[in-house]
Nanobody
Framework: QVQLVESGGGLVQPGGSLTLSCAASGSIFRISSMAWYRQGPGEQRELVATITPGSSTYYADSVKGRFTISRDNTKNTVYLQMNSLKPEDTAVYYC???????WGQGTQVTVSS
């Protein structure tokens, strides 16, 4: 059974950085595109970034130049490096194995002074 477990969320001041991790159990990871989504308070879940098995990436305009998605296929883990964080980045962040539609449980990121 494949599972996704996110970690790395927390409270950070504006302008700060955080790195989220999403560890996948099971062999699906290496052949699946992976994605990070987020859902802010009272908002719909939105796509933040994606990465293919070959490490091609896509970013939402709102995070382009500040966030970096990467993957380590030897560790079955996808990362989201978030720099220059803003209060509007506050959300629960979810990873998703796009090929099978599997979601992680989410990790809270709060950007506040």
């Amino acid at each position: 059974q494949v599972q996704l477990v996110e970690s790395g969320g927390g409270l950070v001041q504006p302008g700060g950085s955080l790195t989220l991790s999403c560890a996948a159990s099971g062999s699906i990871f290496r052949i699946s595109s992976m994605a990070w989504y987020r859902q802010g308070p009272g908002e719909q879940r939105e796509l933040v970034a994606t990465i293919t098995p070959g490490s091609s990436t896509y970013y939402a305009d709102s995070v382009k130049g500040r966030f970096t998605i990467s993957r380590d296929n030897t560790k079955n883990t996808v990362y989201l490096q978030m720099n220059s964080l803003k209060p509007e980045d506050t959300a629960v962040y979810y990873c998703k194995a796009s090929s099978i539609g599997l979601w992680g449980q989410g990790t809270q990121v709060t950007v506040s002074s």
